[in-house]
Each structure stands twice: as structure tokens, then as C-alpha cells.
């Protein structure tokens, strides 16, 4: 069964610091792998990844994709109290799974002044 | 505004009543999708649209669940006779589909089920 784990499942860190984000995924026919921001609503892209080893930047936030080992890392430099989110890493498959997304559970970021 | 948008935003309903949600996808987005999300846990696929075709359906969505894409436009889910299981946020999200595509979330409608 197709599935996506990100870990850890919440973390506190301090205005400043720098955090990494974890996904790992099982998927048929992998196809693409996405990061969204969960706010109080829905969630807002930040980053899709369909080739390994080139890293996705957006101002702080970066991310790389690693089809051998089946993760992807989001990383945020200088985190800022506006960062205090969950992200969500979402998988898309061929196949069974084409044209939906497989969330994982999400890691909830606090980011304290 | 030219996002995804959801209607109503907030639904609150008496167990065994049925319940319409609307999406209007980004106008020239021909995939539509219905996610449901529950405290603490990532989006779970309902369905999909392309057009007005209803190619894909998860096994979450019971016989209680409909939806439409009767234009290919704007979409309806329905739910009949909720149950408190239900409560939960229906989110919609439309793409365009060319290959790999992104999918552009709408603000949700929180359903509570009493």
C-alpha cells in the first residue's frame, strides 16, 4: 500500500535556527513529490520535486528530492515566528494512485521569538 | 480572486441530514479534486474530476457520498444522511493537467456534525 512518513511529527524551534523536514514515501510508479504550508486553512504549495538531486529554492526554504533512497528533506534557514506551520509532504503515483496525492500526517513547526 | 474557492466555509448539521458543499476550481484548470481532512492527519483523496468525467474514486467515499461536474466547471459534493464521522474539512483542489501538474488548494468547508 502506498504511504508517506514524515518525521518528526512536531517540532519547536527558536527565531533563528535552522530546521530540516523529513519525508519518506512508498509509492507505484512514483511520479511527483510535493511540499505544502498548512496554516489555520488549506494547505499552500511550496515546492514540487520530480528529479533527484536538484534542489527547489524559494527565499529560505529549499528542498531535494532522492528517488534511490525514497525521502525528501525541506529545510528553512533563519526561521521566523511567520514559518510556525504544518507541512505537509504529499506523494503522487501512476497508475492505481495517478491523479490523487498521498498526504502524510505532517510535521508541526512552532517557531518561538 | 482567481484561487480555488469553497462554499459554504463553515456547515454545522443535525446527524442524518444531507449536506451540499461547491467548488469552483481556477478557471482554466481542468482537473477538480475532493480531499477530507481530520484533526491532526494530512489530506485523504475522495474523488477526481477531468472535465466532467469522474475518473477516480476512493474507497473512503461511501455510498452516502456523491459528487458532480455536471459543466465541467464548478463541482458538488454531497453527503446524505451524516453521521458524526463526517465532521471533518472538505477540501477541493484543481489542476492543469499536462504532465506533471500542482495542485492549488481551496480555503475548505468545515462540516460539524452534531
Known amino acids: 500500500e502506498d504511504k508517506v512518513v514524515q518525521s518528526p511529527l512536531s517540532l519547536v524551534v527558536h527565531e533563528g535556527d535552522t530546521v530540516t523536514l523529513n519525508c519518506s514515501y512508498e509509492?507505484?510508479?512514483?511520479?511527483?513529490l510535493l511540499w505544502y504550508k498548512q496554516e489555520k486553512k488549506a494547505p499552500t504549495f511550496l515546492f514540487m520535486l520530480t528529479s533527484s538531486g536538484i534542489e527547489k529554492k524559494s527565499g529560505r526554504l529549499s528542498s531535494i528530492l532522492d528517488k534511490k533512497e525514497l525521502f525528501s528533506i525541506l529545510n528553512i534557514t533563519a526561521t521566523q515566528t511567520g514559518d510556525s506551520a504544518v507541512y505537509l509532504c504529499a506523494v503522487e503515483g501512476y497508475g492505481g494512485s495517478q491523479g490523487n496525492l498521498i498526504f502524510g500526517k505532517g510535521t508541526k513547526l512552532s517557531v518561538k521569538p | 480572486d482567481t484561487g480555488v474557492s469553497q462554499d459554504p466555509r463553515h456547515k454545522i448539521t443535525k446527524r442524518g441530514q444531507n449536506v451540499t458543499f461547491r467548488c469552483d476550481p481556477i478557471?482554466?484548470?481542468?482537473?477538480l479534486y475532493w480531499y477530507r481532512q481530520t484533526l491532526g492527519q494530512g489530506p485523504e483523496f475522495l474523488t477526481y474530476?477531468?472535465?466532467?468525467?469522474?475518473?477516480?474514486k476512493s474507497r473512503l467515499l461511501s455510498d452516502r457520498f456523491s459528487a458532480e461536474r455536471p459543466k465541467g466547471s464548478f463541482s458538488t459534493l454531497e453527503i446524505q444522511r451524516t453521521e458524526q464521522g463526517d465532521s471533518a474539512m472538505y477540501l477541493c483542489a484543481s489542476s492543469y493537467r499536462t504532465g506533471v501538474e500542482t495542485q492549488y488548494f481551496g480555503p475548505g468547508t468545515r462540516l460539524l456534525v452534531l
Open positions: 478557471s482554466e484548470h481542468n482537473r
Open positions: 509509492v507505484t510508479n512514483f511520479r511527483s
Open positions: 474530476f477531468q472535465n466532467e468525467a469522474q475518473l477516480e
